[in-house]
């Protein structure tokens, strides 16, 4: 069970959802079933769910993918920023998250 709320989806997390698809289309395993097989740490349902972009993928679990994929985190990362465009311009947030207002702090120097 999680400990907080799950982030929302950005341009990037969706990008990086269609890369891994397209490399699982390729792959030996070709389906979310194969790569649930190959990827014990991670339940189908959920696998299910993050290949559809309907759950944000993490750290852990993109990890795994790769691993299943014969991928690396870093390679996933920059063909999605690839599709995304500038990467300088995707942010998870626009706006200051909640433990940043807890711990006083700014984004100014």
Not at 34 to 39: C, E, F, N, R, S
Not at 67 to 81: K, M
Request: with cysteine; glycine share 6%.
């Amino acid at each position: 069970m999680r400990a907080g709320p799950r982030s929302l989806q950005t341009p990037l997390s969706l990008a990086v959802i269609d890369v891994l698809n397209r490399h699982l289309e390729k792959s030996d395993l070709r389906s979310v079933h194969g790569l649930a097989q190959a990827v014990p740490t991670v339940s189908r349902s959920q696998l299910y769910l993050l290949m559809r972009g309907e759950a944000v993928i993490d750290v852990a679990e993109l990890f795994a993918v790769c691993e299943a994929l014969g991928l690396t985190p870093l390679q996933v990362i920059a063909e999605a920023e690839d599709l995304v465009g500038n990467a300088s311009a995707v942010a998870a947030y626009d706006e200051g998250h909640p433990i940043e207002d807890e711990q006083g702090t700014t984004d100014e120097p």
